[in-house]
């Protein structure tokens, strides 16, 4: 959901309010109101992060050394880049010594070390066309996609779910033996499933909750890590 007023600091109250406008929704205001005054979107741009989503990788990556110099790193539904913009930093792609491809259904603003794709990842030959721009397989899978919300709890955690069991299935086609895969899940019981479906792939899988997720989120991040390779589902 995208806010459609703009709001200014006070200079008496240290939490900044909104007026509902007459073209702006009740959930509109109060998506502009979080975003006034969360310090994640304020410490974002002050750093020049593409978005408050960056600190949910780094912090992911800080706990689990996610990120390599060298690595081939993929990231689906990448707009505006702030995952991107992290792992081209932390595995040197800028420097040639590793890759970053992002992945999305809308154009990206250039970022350096990263090659952007308008791409259906569920394009049947996405995943060659992928690997042709790695030039081979992937070290890291990522997505923080979510889907469109309806309002319903049910149905958005469904939907959720499965965008990333779409995601999880992507990976498996384009990772290299021990690597890794990342996404958003959320809070809601079918999950588990998609724990146990991951677990069959790798050795080690997590929920994690970085701080940057609001606390009042369902959201939650899936690790996996040491992807056993493609053998077991070909045999399948």
């Known amino acids: 959901m995208t806010g459609t007023g703009s709001g200014r600091e006070g200079g008496r109250s240290l939490k900044q309010r909104v007026k509902t406008a007459k073209k ?28 408050r989503a960056a600190y949910k990788i780094i912090e992911i990556d800080e706990k689990f050394g996610l990120f390599k110099p060298g690595a081939r790193v993929v990231d689906l539904g990448a707009a505006p880049g702030g995952w991107s913009q992290y792992a081209a930093q932390k595995v040197k792609s800028e420097e040639g010594r590793g890759k970053v491809v992002g992945i999305d259904l809308l154009p990206i603003d250039p970022i350096a070390g990263v090659l952007f794709e308008v791409m259906d990842f569920n394009d049947d030959d996405a995943p060659d066309r992928l690997k042709a721009m790695l030039g081979g397989d992937a070290d890291i899978v990522m997505s923080d996609m979510a889907a469109n919300t309806t309002g319903h709890k049910k149905t958005d955690h469904l939907r959720i779910v499965a965008l990333a069991e779409l995601a999880i299935d992507f990976a498996r086609q384009v990772l290299a033996p021990g690597g890794a895969f990342v996404a958003k899940v959320f809070q809601g019981g079918t999950e588990n ?39 077991e589902h070909e045999e399948d």
């Open 193 to 231: 499933q998609l724990l146990a479906d991951l677990k069959r792939d790798f050795t080690t899988v997590r929920h994690v909750k970085p701080a940057a997720s609001r606390p009042d989120s369902a959201e939650l991040y899936v690790l996996a890590t040491g992807f056993r390779g493609r053998r």
């Open 24 to 51: 702006r929704t009740v959930s509109q205001t109060r998506w502009l109101e979080r975003q006034l005054n969360d310090p994640y979107v304020a410490r974002a741009k002050r750093e020049g992060k593409r978005s």
